[in-house]
């Protein structure tokens, strides 16, 4: 056992103090290489069993257990994998929609992969290391669905050179590479220009205050459109008088033309249509597999998909929510709007689940007390809803994982997203623990409490109640923070343009944080000790404040909603309380330290930023949201910037983790699937190319 073996070696080396603990750690790291994997900086790119199963530059990519599976039905079974099937299907959608270049460069770089991987090892030390970064690139292509950071928006930066690429597309054939994109020169030349123009399509999605947001990002979903010319589109097809109001420009590209501009929509027949169709195929597989409320479900999302009408959209919606007893449940379709700078275009994303009954219950019990939480809110009693509707919860096992959703996953979803539908019938939240669980067991052990957490007290707490306040915080952002409150009349959302994400992120944190620390938690049952909401605000403001900074580049904004959102809520509340030092930023050996002195007055200060920022959602306060956001939310200091990212360094952990999908197999009898396997590989580039082979059905321009 190799790995084991440059393990000891290594805690030998660092670790031990005489012959007794060594005796005990040679038996640890034999249990240790067969449970999980290396962390030794020698080890850093290929990996052993365990829950890691790949690592590369600031990437880990992990695998999920669905735990549950073999006790389904052979017709949830069925269901499931047919759902799985057409969450796979829209994966070139989501690279397109990232940058209109992404599904050329990818397929370019697989062909040239695959064409030299069998020879790249050579003498010379140089071309393995440049072949090592060019398979890196690719790497974090996959992972990120284009060549956009996935978190920082910013273009990546090849660690090979243009010479480099020359030698490798040279013994590439040409029947290999994506043609249907143009002449071989023409794909060449495009290509190298989006991968070492540092200055081409720098930024996938530009939020700076000042900038024409559209012009100044890669993000597909506008062609030749300004964001003035953009902004006013829409505010002319909104009806203000309809109660029912679709979200406007959802599903399309907006697209000018010749002086005319108009929306080109995803649907069949329509843009993406190819991909489209193949969801369709496979949804139209789960219908016929499903009982009668999923077959009307699947009905009704096919018949969007095939007529791209976004009332069809908001029949689904209405339907899917209605269904809070299926064991298995899914996401698909265009469905987020945080890609678009405006916040009218939405990616495509695709999840299937499984309902974990027994966790389920403690979900069950905070939305059965919905109506408390809501009456009982910190916020104006106008933005109150006076009967809360339809709020159902789950606790949920990943099954699938697709598009926007793929590698990298969010840990929690509500949905749907239209005010009124929330309102009139409800919504469906569910907090992903299967993931959450692979999170907080790929990171035991790597040292980061240690480096970054001043009180013994608090990582005591954060190892015994860290799992549960991180999955409790999801539970009640996701089943409550977004579905509280209600728009003031005549407010239809949207007006907060491109505060609105973070803003609504920030109302549901901040609920989710001012009530985990409320005594009806314990009253209910949920919330066994204060420790509990002790761990999460002590972790929710130093992460807020410090520790997600290592996710950004030195000297970078930040950019992403949600840590827009944490910073928003952490820096706001260190300001307010600094006369009685709620929060203190502590300074010890040269290191800074993010420490909670009183508990009780920054549960306080978050219920009074949550009045305010439901006041800024209800009325629609735009120049109260860009204040808040641009005084407290973009800005990093940057000497705490780069002692953040030096501590990180010498860690050696990254800061992102995305995941590797298991694969269902049918098993097959007299040409009847008589039963379904499940499989979990650990072959991260082999997964990726089995995906871009087997589920590639877009052309290279669109």
Request: aromatic content about 12%; glycine content about 8%.
């Amino acid at each position: 056992m190799p790995v084991a073996k440059n393990c000891l070696a290594l805690c030998y080396r660092k670790n031990t103090k005489d012959m007794k603990n060594f005796i005990y750690l040679a038996f640890m790291s034999l249990i240790f290489s067969m449970t999980t994997s290396c962390k030794c900086d020698s080890h850093k790119g290929g990996v052993s069993g365990g829950w890691i199963v790949d690592r590369f530059d600031d990437v880990k990519i992990l695998r999920y257990n669905v735990d549950g599976f073999d006790r389904l039905s052979l017709g949830d079974k069925l269901y499931l994998y047919y759902l799985s099937q057409a969450a796979l299907s829209g994966r070139d959608v989501i690279y397109d929609q990232n940058c209109r270049y992404n599904l050329a460069v990818r397929r370019t770089l697989e062909a040239m992969y695959e064409a030299n991987r069998d020879g790249h090892k050579t003498d010379k030390e140089a071309d393995s290391t440049q072949w090592r970064a060019f398979e890196k690139y690719l790497k974090k292509v996959w992972f990120a669905n284009g060549v956009h950071h996935h978190y920082s928006n910013d273009k990546f930066a090849p660690e090979f050179g243009e010479k480099y690429f020359d030698s490798l597309i040279m013994l590439t054939p040409s029947n290999m590479l994506p043609l249907d994109y143009g002449a071989q020169g023409e794909l060449v030349r495009m290509v190298k220009r989006v991968i070492f123009d540092p200055a081409f399509l720098h930024s996938r999605l530009n939020q700076k205050a000042g900038v024409d947001m559209l012009l100044s990002s890669a993000c597909n979903y506008y062609d030749g459109v300004t964001q003035h010319e953009a902004e006013t589109f829409y505010a002319e097809m909104i009806d203000h008088n309809d109660p029912t109001p679709v979200s406007y420009g959802l599903n399309s590209r907006l697209v000018k033309e010749n002086g005319r501009i108009f929306e080109r929509t995803w649907k069949s027949g329509g843009l993406y249509g190819a991909a489209i169709d193949k969801i369709v195929y496979w949804l139209t597989k789960a219908s016929e597999a499903g009982n009668s409320q999923q077959k009307a479900i699947l009905n009704s999302l096919i018949a969007y998909y095939r007529s791209g009408d976004l009332r069809r959209f908001d029949q689904y919606n209405v339907l899917w929510v209605k269904d809070t007893v299926s064991r298995v449940d899914f996401v698909n379709g265009f469905i987020e709007d945080y890609g678009d700078p405006l916040g009218h275009k939405a990616s495509w994303e695709a999840m299937v689940n499984i309902k974990d009954e027994e966790a389920t219950r403690r979900t069950e019990i905070i939305s059965e007390a919905a109506q408390w939480f809501e009456d009982n809110s910190p916020i104006d009693a106008k933005y109150k809803k006076e009967k809360v509707k339809g709020v159902s919860a789950k606790v949920i096992t990943a099954a699938i994982l697709g598009g926007d959703c793929y590698p990298a996953t969010p840990i929690g979803i509500n949905l749907p997203n239209a005010d009124w539908i929330r309102k009139e019938y409800g919504s469906k939240s569910v907090t992903i623990q299967n993931i959450t669980h692979a999170y907080d067991e790929a990171a035991r052990g790597n040292g980061f409490n240690e480096e970054f957490i001043l009180r013994p007290e608090d990582i005591k707490r954060k190892e015994q109640y860290g799992q549960l306040a991180g999955n409790l915080h999801t539970d009640l952002h996701e089943c409550l923070g977004h579905g509280s409150g209600k728009m003031a009349l005549g407010k239809k959302g949207g007006e907060l343009k491109n505060y609105g994400s973070t803003i609504e992120e920030a109302r549901a944190d901040l609920f989710g944080l001012y009530y985990i620390a409320d005594p009806k938690m314990m009253e209910l049952g949920v919330v066994p000790s204060e420790d509990v909401y002790k761990t999460e605000y002590s972790s929710y403001v130093m992460n807020g404040m410090m520790t997600q900074f290592c996710r950004i580049r030195f000297g970078k904004d930040v950019e992403e909603a949600h840590m827009r959102n944490r910073k928003l809520i952490a820096e706001w509340c260190y300001e307010r309380g600094q006369a009685d030092n709620v929060i203190e930023k502590a300074v010890r050996d040269g290191k800074t330290y993010i420490v909670v002195n009183d508990f009780d007055k920054l549960r306080a200060l978050f219920g009074e930023l949550l009045r305010e920022v439901q006041r800024i959602k209800s009325e629609g306060d735009f120049d109260a949201a860009r204040h808040l956001i641009e005084t407290y939310a973009v800005k990093i200091d940057p000497t705490l910037h780069r002692e953040v990212l030096d501590r990180y360094a010498r860690l050696n952990i990254e800061p992102y983790a995305g995941f590797i999908n298991p694969v269902y197999k049918p098993v097959m009898e007299s040409g009847e699937i008589v039963d379904i396997l499940v499989e979990y590989p650990t072959d991260y580039i082999g997964q990726m190319l089995e995906y871009s082979k087997n589920y590639s059905f877009l052309p290279s321009k669109n």
